[in-house]
Each structure stands twice: as structure tokens, then as C-alpha cells.
């Protein structure tokens, strides 16, 4: 079993991850994890697990990397490695089709985000105190509540968001409020402290980048590229 | 194992807790309210009023709280006409989504426990309250209540117990009781172990609060009951 | 001794699914009457007691009060239901009942028990309660334990509990069902003492007893029940000493 | 069986894999519940001491949290254990394992009071009939009180399997592919909630009848030839 | 018959807490005695019964089988405890004990319960048990309930069957703890009759009872306790019509 790589991923985060109706993770996320393995000729398994179930996870060797669209930030460089970034993307707030909007005036809203992610931890540092906050389990709940109107405003990563006003069929009722932020956000794959698969992983990323995997992984999701 | 996160956290710990208590007493309180109405309809002979709470009963005793909790809170807000309706500035609480999952759902034990305990009262204490010409008011109102809430006691102490625990479900709507404070501590230290014994211990302790008070009141109550106090049956 | 009798009853039956266990019982108790009745195990007795005040509800037959008929009437099974309820609970109020297995409320005192009935049901005025049921324990000599639960009283004493409670309501007519047989051979004679004493008052009782030596001592009359109909009655005189039916010779010598 | 958008299948594998988990869970928490009854009726003390300790703390943190404790948890714990031993590799707790275990750990603690309860309801005098007899303590326990004990305890061991049933939901929170986790994947995939957790709150009804049955079938062959009073 | 007693007690005292409830009593029973055991509720004929097998450990006192002294020893508390258990087993194998309230096994049919001493503990041939036992169940008069279980027999038929459980396993001496008291007026015939049957044979027994006329008829000896000791003991004509002690002359009297 030592050989073998197990790569998570969350299954809630679409296009990068989800899950299809045969059971099966799905996404950029998934692809680019099987084009990396086979250019390291490596054994692999994609498991899933819940978004903040995914560190821990990880440090109690449940799996070896974490593939799921996980930004690099100070607080996770604590406690694991971050390969090179494979994509990279911005926060966004969503809301309400046609209201006027200025950061200044979520004072007193209600913003939702899906919890231990970079939206939630950037809401808790400027928000705490001036508007109310939900956090989720994932991402599809944090859509399912701001359609059922419980939620003012999300904020979240912006590709998916794109993906998710251009399919889920609301796209006529909501759209991006403001510009995109954080765009250095850098996303990669984690693993553990120390772990040489941080090198094979690099490794095998910078082929795929070199030989087009990656671009036509890309094409077959956004129209534009996103590293 | 690094316990300083503990310390460092516990505050909020309590915040969390603060929220568990809240949502543990007001759903015991109206459940307990709900059930007897259900409970005293259930035992009718008449199965046009015993058939519905039969229904509920079977419902929601034999489905896992979390579904209960995710068709409120989603599953009824998926509906254009929920959401219009008077019911939404409560039903888009995530609170008040809890409440109402976890009150349908105690409410349906409690029925249980009482409908149990009045059938476990020895017929013949009822056939001495007929033979004293009670109506049947009489006969619930001064016997058959009192007596059963002494036989109640125990089983819902229980139930209190299940339904604390079971609150600990209201974290996967976004409410920030003590496993939902807990989770969202994790997402930011990764410390799950250490936290999540934390919280244990927390429950642990309103647990055996809980187990503690009711032994004081059960001996309070059944302090007439010699050595043979009639027990509920056991598919209660 | 008015001519309308306190109770009558009436070709009282009682079918449990398909077993017939009533087949047909009547009598009549005057005021004043001791009437005990005896058969051996599963002859019908209790079965026949509990029909009186509709703690089972007979199949057929008539149930009449100081001569007021009880309304019944059939409902979706064999049995018959009462008319009126309220008919029946003012008859019920007016005819006791001690059970075999005493049947006090235990999450009330003694003097609670007895109480109840005076209090709730008959809504006399408190006071006036409290002095009648003391006086009432005295009688049954245990007003010492008035303040105790049941529980915390012998069988005996609880059986006299359950007396006292019953003469609570001031009934015209009292049924007993086995009062002493759930008692230690030792404990028994305190019942009957107090049922004796009643029996002297000219209370108008029916008793289903196994303790031969009362019935014979305190009845006006005495009836055998076999298979669920009455297969002798008489004075104790002709029914214990010369009994007509085989049956009852054989039971009555057996248990003697 | 409805198409459920595609998910209708997905639902009854998931049903598949609650059932194994109900079943495992089960199998663990007898046996764990037979140990803490011996364990609290035995005269040592140590014993009893230990199983009190048990029941009282797995009854008293709630489930969701003793599933969450025992995936995170036990990894470490059980690593730790087995480095002792010189044994360094990866030991795996998937969730079927830290579900099996969580949810074996709480029927135990249950079904160790039932287990209690029956062994206690057996009147005494059947024991001293054997030991009249001249049976042994080992004999009579065996020909005498077990067989009994499994009659008495049926009907609050098929109440425990009716919420061990329901509390394998909980397991999903860890990523088992139950029921429960399977709906959650379709409402991601389909945006119909109502739907997918009425589906979900069915097939729980649908186990719950099933094993009801079970139950009822059980308590018949185990109580033939015994009238209850 | 031999001179060593086939059972002898010797000063037998029992204490529960406080209390002294057994404050030494011997006695001996040679083969083909019948001794009842007489005394009011709480005189410690139970305790002295269960005393004898060991169901109760005594806190001093000797227990003879056949001459051979049963090993004792103390434990922690005041109570006496068995030095060898093989020894007791053994014992307790030659002395059978039929209970007050039955204690068959709920779980096994008539036949097996019967079977399940001679089988299991004395490890005979099925053949030949199955044939012992039916002609034991034959004798007692229920060979025709062997595949029932027991709930569903009465109480009269259950206690039949615990005496032939009792007889299966071929015991020298027999202790009967009230074993009618437990049954209704009716039923207790049927017991007394075979327990009869077994004193005409010659067993050796020891009877608590309260069926008076059963133990005049049938004892050898009768031995009066009283507040834990022998106040009386003697023939049956001696204890019941010229009884020396007051006590004995009270209880005699009140139970006729
Ligand atoms: N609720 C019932 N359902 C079915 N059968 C019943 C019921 N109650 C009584 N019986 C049957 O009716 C018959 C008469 O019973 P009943 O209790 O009246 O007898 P009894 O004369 O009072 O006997 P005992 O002296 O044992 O009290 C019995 O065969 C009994 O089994
Ligand atoms: N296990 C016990 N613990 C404490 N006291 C006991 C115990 N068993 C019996 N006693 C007491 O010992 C005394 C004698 O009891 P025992 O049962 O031997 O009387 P008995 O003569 O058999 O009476 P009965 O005729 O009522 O059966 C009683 O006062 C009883 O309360
Ligand atoms: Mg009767
Ligand atoms: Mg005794």
C-alpha cells in the first residue's frame, strides 16, 4: 500500500470537483489529478471527504494530497506543504440581480460562505462585527439558502461561481457584485509537512503544463484560461 | 495532542454551548407541550383520531433526525410558496428550523413515553376510579396524569439525554451550537481531536447535570412507590 | 324494607370471544341483604360482580337500580354499552366495589384515597370530608396511618383502606370480590372483622368469598354458581347443610 | 423504482451500504454489550468500574461527535499504539471502520443496560432451582440464564436497532457513502432538496418496517411454547 | 435402618445484618423420616431449609450427609462458605429441594426440565433418562403434559412436575418449603396427594408447611420453631394435641 497515492477532493465544488450521478468525483480538479499521476506513473485513488474534514484528513494520513481547489494561506502553511499552484482565481461577492452595491453597505446583511475556506476566513477578519455571517458545509448549501433567500450576499471563489450562474439556471436572478479581489489567491495542492510527493507532484505539474494536458483540461471547462 | 487551543478557545466553546442550551430546552419544553394531546389521541380506540398521530409517530421515530432537520431547513425552503408565506421570517431561521425539526421529533418520542406510561398504570387503579363513578375527565385529571407522570420520569430523562445530543445535528445548518462552534474553531486551528474531546467533555457534563436532577426529582415524585414501582413497558 | 328491590339483576350474560361464561343470572338483593356467592374457580363469580357496575360489559340482560332500569344498548360487537354515560356513573356512585387486589392509587395518602371520591366526584365541601373520611378510618382501625402512602401499608390494612374508601361514597349497595384471598392466612381476619361489623349496620352487600365460615355466619343468602349459571341458592342454613345439586354438595364438603 | 433524476440507483446503493454498516455495527455492539453487562454484574470491582465509565460517557457525547472523535481520532491513537510496537506504516480507519466503531461503541453502551436488565429479570429462583439441583455456576449460566436472557432482551435490542439504524446517517458527515450522503450528493447535483431528503426519509421508513418485522419475527420463535402475562 | 442419621444439623445459626433469624437449631432425620416443619410467618423455617443445602450460608453450625461432615469455612463477612465445592455439589445432588413457588425453567418443556438433572449433571444415558422420567412424570400424573412448558400448566401441574425435577435426580433426602402455599385452595390437593404417595414409599423428607391436618397424617416428627429456635418438637400426637409449650398451644389452636 505504500506506493499507492490517495488523492482527496471535496465532490462539492463544481466545475473543479463534484460527484456524477454514477458515484464518480468529477471536475478540473479530478482531471488534472489523473493527468498527474499518470505522468508520475503513480498508483492512485481519488476519495472524497467534507471540505473541513480535509486538513485533518490529511495530518492523520487518510490520504497523501489534497486536490480540491485548497487556496495557499499562512494559516494552512502551518500545517501543511502547498505544491506549486495549478490554477489560480479571486474572491467575489454574488448577490441579487439589480441592487446597487458597495462593500459599504453589507453592513448589517447577511453574508454566507462555505466554512474554512478562504471567503469565510476573510469574512470573519473584516465582517465579524458588521454583518451577520453563515458558514456551510459546502458550497452547494451556501447556493441553496441565497436562492431560498435566506442569504443577501455570498461571498466564494469567483470561477466556480461563474460556472454556477452560467448552469444551475439563476443566472437571470443573481450576478458578480463588484470586482473580483485576492486575485493573487494561488491554488494548489496540499500535503504533508515534509512529504516528498510535494516534488513529484511539481514535477508532474510542470509537464503537464508543458506538453497541453493542462490547456485542453482547461478549454474542456472555461473559455479562457485560469492559471 | 496541544491543549492550549482548549484554553485558548474556550470562550467560544461556551458561546456554543450557550446556543446548545437554548435550542435543548425550548424543543424539550414544546415537545412536551405536543405530546400529550398526541399521546392521549394515539391511545383512542377510535382509529380516525388515533391513525394521524400513529402516522407522525411512525414518521418521525422511524427516520434519522438529520433527514428531519435538512427537509425543513431546505427541503420546505425550496418552495416559492414557503417562501412567501407568513411562516418564512421563521422558517428562514436557521434557529427556529431546528427548533421545529427537533420539537416534531421529541414531541413524537414524548407521545411515546406517555402513552406508555399511562397504558403501564395497573387496570385496576383505573377500574377503582369507575367504580367511584368518575367521569372520564376526572379519572385523567385526578389518577390516571399524575400517576403516569411519576412513571414518566425516568424514560424522559432519557429522552431529555437523546435529544441533547441530538442537537448537536443543528451544526449542519449553520447554527453555531457547540459541535457547530467546534467545527468552525477546526477550520481554522485543524485540530480536530484536541477541540472535539473538549466539546465531548462539555456534553459529558450537562449530560450527567441532567441525569443528576432528574434523580432528585424522580425520588421527589416517587417517593410513595414502595419497593415495586411499575415499570414502562419495554418497547417504549 | 321497601318492596322495589336495590338491585336486580337480571338473565345476565357474558360471552368472552366464543366462550359463554354468563349464561343467564339473575337475583335480587333488598335492602339490608347479605348475599354471598360462591363457585369453584372459574364459575363465572367475578365476572358476574364486575357486570353489575359495567366494569365488563354483559352481552344480555337487564341491570335495574331502586328500580330504575340502566340504559344499554348494543354497539359493534356482542356487547352491550350504556345508553346514557352519566345514568351510569350516578348509578356507579351508588353501588362499591372492593377488588380482590385492594386497588388503591399509590401516589396518594391513605386519607387522600378515601378522599378522592367524597371530594372530586361527590363535590362536598371539604371540611365536612376531611371529619366523615377520619371517622371512616377509625371504623376500619387504621386512622393512625392516615398520612403513610399504600405502599408502606400491609395487605390487610390496605384492603381496609380500600373499604373505607368505598363506604367513602356512602353506597347503597356494596360488592365485594374476593376481599380477603390476596391476604396472608393471618392478615384475613382483620377484613372480615370489618366486614362483619358492616353486615351488623344492615348494609346491603354482595360478597364473592371463598371463607366459608363467613358466608355461613353473615349471609341472608347464599348462591352457587356452576358454569356460569346458578346452580343453588337459599338461606346459608339449607345451602351448606342440605344443598339440593350434587355439585354443590361436592364443593361445599371439599372446601369445608 | 422512479428515475430520481439519475440518483434513484445512487439512493439504493447507499441503502445497500447503510444496511452493512447497521448490520457490522450491530454484530460489534452485541458483543461489547454482553462484555459491559458481565462486566457490571461481575464482583469486581475494577470491572464494574470500567464498564460504568463506558456507558456513562458514551451515552452522554452525542453521536455525531463520537463518530467525528473516532475518524480523526483513532487513526492517531491506533498509529501511536502500533509504533509502540515497532510498526510504523499507515493504518487505515476509512469511514466504514470509524462508523463500525463509533456506532458498535454506542449500541454497546445501550445494550449493555438491556443486557443488565434481562440478566436481572430472571427470577432468582430458577438459579437456586439449578443450584439445588447440584449444577454448577458455569452450567446453570449457560443452560439455565443465557438462554433466557436472549428472549428477555429482544424487545429493547430491537428498539437499539432502530436507532442504530437512524444514527448511520451520521456517519455520513465523514464521507460513507450511505444513504444520507447520497442524497446530499444529488441535491448538490439537482437542486431538489425536498425531493432527495423525502427519497432518503422513505428508504429509512422502509428499513425501520423491514427490521420491525425481523423484530417481531424473532420475539415470536424466541417466545414459543411462553405465554407473557 | 442405620444408625447414622441420614442427615443431622448440628446448632445451625443464620444473621442477616442485625438480625439474629436462626439462633441455633439440630436436628436429625434418619432414612424414611417425615419431619414437618411448623411455625409462624418469619420463625425461619425458610432460612433453616435453605440453610440446609447451602441456598443460605449459615454463619455457624454443622451439616452431616450420611455421617460425612460438610467442609465450612468463613469468609469475609460472618457467613460460612463451602471449603470444597465438589463436596457441596456432591451433596446437593442427594438432597433434592422443591421450592414454594416452583421455579421451573420457563424455557424448557416439562420433560426436559425433569430431564435436564439426570442428563446434564449426572451425565446418564438419554435412553434411559427419557424412560425414568416419563415413568416419574407418569407418577406424579402429568405424562400427558410432557411437551408443554410449564407457563402453560397450572399451579398444581407446575409443582407436580418440580417434585418429579426433584425425584429425577434420585435424592436421599427431600426438602419441601411450603409447597402448597403458593397454590390455589383447589389445586392443593393434587400436591399434598402425591407428596402422599412419597411419604408411603418411605422417603426421607422435610416438610415446611402450613396444611396442618397433611402434616399430622403424614409426619414421623414435628419440630415447632419459634423466633429461630426449637420451641416444640415430638410426634405428631404429642405436638398437635398435647403441646407443652404456650406458644405451640397458641399457633396450634389458631390454625385449626
Ligand atoms: N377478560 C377475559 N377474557 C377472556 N376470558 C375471561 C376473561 N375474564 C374471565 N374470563 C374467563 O371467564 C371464566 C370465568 O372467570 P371468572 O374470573 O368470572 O371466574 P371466578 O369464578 O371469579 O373464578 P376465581 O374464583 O378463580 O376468581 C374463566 O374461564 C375465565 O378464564
Ligand atoms: N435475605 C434476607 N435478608 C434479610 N432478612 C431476611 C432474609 N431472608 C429472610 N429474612 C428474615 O428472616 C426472618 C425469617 O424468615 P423466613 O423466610 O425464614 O421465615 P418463614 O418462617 O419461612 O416465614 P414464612 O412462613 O412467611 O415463609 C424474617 O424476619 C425475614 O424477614
Ligand atoms: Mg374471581
Ligand atoms: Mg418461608
Redesign the pocket.
Known sequence: AADKVRLATEGAWAPFNFIDSAGKPQGFDVDVAWALCAKMKADCEVVTQDWDGLIPGLKVRKFDAIIASMSITEERLKVVDFTNKYYSGGLRFLGLKGEAFNIADLKGKVIGAQRATLGAQYLEDNFADLATLKFYDNQDNVYLDLVAGRLDVVLSDELPTFDWLKTSGNGDKFEFKGDAFLKEDNIAIAVRKGDKLKDKLNKALDEILADGTYQKINAKYFPFSIY | MDFSVIVEYFPRLMQGTWVSLQLIFLSVVLGGIFALPIALARISKNPLISGLPFAYIFFFRGTPLLVQIFLVYYGASQFEVVRESFLWPILREPFWCAIIAFTLNTSAYTAEIFRGAIQAIPVGEVEACKVVGMTKVQMYRRILLPRAFGIVLPAYGNEIILMLKGSALASTITILDLTGMARTIIARTYTPIEIFLAAGAIYLVISMVVIAIFKQVEKRQNRYLGPNPVKLPDDV | MSKVPALELNDIH?T??D?E??KGISLKAYDGDVISIL????????????CINLL?NPTKGEILFNGEKLGLEHGKGPDLYPTDMRQLTRMRQQVGFVF?SFNLWPHMTILENVMEGPLNVLKRPKHEVVEYCEHLLNKVGIADKKHMYPSQLSGGQQQRVAIARTLAMDPQVILF??PT?ALDPELVGEVLGVMRGLAEEGRTMLI?T?EMNFAKEVSSEVVF?HQ?LVEEKGTPQKVFEAPESERCKAFISSTF | MIDLSGFGNQLLLGAAVTVELALASLAVGLVLGLLGASAKLSSVKTLQWIANGYTTIIRGIPELLTVLIIYFGATTVLMAVAGLFGYEDYIEIGPFAAGVTALGLTFGAYATEVFRGALQSIPKGQNEAAVALGMGRVRTFYRIILPQVWRMALPGLGNLFLVLLKDTALVSVVGLDDIMRKANIAVSSTKEPFLFYSAAAVLYLGLTIISMGVVYFLEKRANRGIKRA
Do not use: N
Open positions: 357474558k368472552f370471544g366462550a361464561v354468563l363457585g369453584s374457580s372459574g364459575s363465572g363469580k367475578s365476572t358476574f360482580l364486575r365488563e380482590q370480590d374476593e384471598s364473592v371463598h354458581l356460569g
